[in-house]
Structures are given as C-alpha cells and as structure tokens.
C-alpha cells in the first residue's frame, strides 16, 4: 500500500470510529433527571452544575475527595447566601467562581440543591 493510501484509510478509519462513537447525541441514558437535557439560561439544574463544577473536589453525593471536603454532614447552620458567597469567593484551597464560569441565576439553583441536599 503506498503511504498516500494508507492516510487516506486511517482517516476514514478515523472518522467512521467518530461517527459511531455517539449515536444518540446528547442524550444520557444513565441520567434519570428528568430535568436534564433540556436546561436553559433560565432554568439551571442545580444537580447538573454540582457534577460539573464542584463533583471534582467535594465528591459524587458531597461525600469528598482528595481534593475537597464533604459537603454532607458538614454544612450544619449553613445557608443558602453562604453557599453562594463561597462558591464566589473561594475558601483557602477552594478557587472562587466567577459569573462567566457559573451566572447568577445558576448559583441560585446550585446553593438551593446544595443546601436541600446536605443543608440542615
Ligand atoms: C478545586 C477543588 C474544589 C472545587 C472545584 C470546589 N471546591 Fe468547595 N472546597 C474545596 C476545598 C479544598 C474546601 C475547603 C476550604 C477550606 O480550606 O476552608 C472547600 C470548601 C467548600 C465549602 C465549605 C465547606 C465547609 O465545611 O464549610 C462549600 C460549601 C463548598 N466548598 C462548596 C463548593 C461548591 C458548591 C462547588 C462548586 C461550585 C465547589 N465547592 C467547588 C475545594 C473545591
């Protein structure tokens, strides 16, 4: 096979393993939030904004990690504005979020699922 041929097979080997990789599009069969997949601006899931932005550290259910605390058990006497106010500030090792990585109105949902889930 000359060399020209053999590129010309590993990029349609390339794209046709990219076209069959994601068949459904964004739909997540695992995902059970009926919520998802249909979020807008106006509407922010606060569960999907924990597994994007605070999942990482803090853990699946806020259970910690490595990288950040758990959430669950600790957050006794906390409110929602305190929620808020960390995740914009930042704490020792926690980096603040800015409005461009998470908007008013998706810090509103956060802290709410945040505090319903591990709020006292
Ligand atoms: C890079 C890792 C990291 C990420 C991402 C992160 N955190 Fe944190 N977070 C930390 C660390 C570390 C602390 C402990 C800060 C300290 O030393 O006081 C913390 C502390 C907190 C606290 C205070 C806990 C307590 O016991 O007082 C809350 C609430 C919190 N984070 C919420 C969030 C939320 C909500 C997000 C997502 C927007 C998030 N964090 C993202 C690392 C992270």
């Known amino acids: 096979m000359s060399l020209r041929a053999s590129v010309l097979g590993a990029l349609l080997g390339a794209v046709i393993a990219f076209g069959t990789a994601c068949p459904d599009g964004p739909t997540d069969p695992t995902d059970t939030d009926p919520d998802s997949g249909t979020d807008t601006a106006s509407d922010p899931d606060g569960q999907d904004l924990y597994e994007s932005h605070c999942q990482g550290c803090h853990g699946a259910g806020g259970g910690g990690t490595g990288s950040g605390p758990a959430l669950a058990g600790h957050l006794a006497g906390k409110t929602e504005q305190d929620i808020r106010s960390i995740v914009r500030n ?31």
């Open 90 to 120: 930042g704490e020792e090792q926690m980096p603040p979020f800015t409005a461009d990585q998470i908007t008013d109105s998706e810090l509103d949902a956060l802290a709410t699922y945040v505090i319903n889930q591990w709020g006292s």
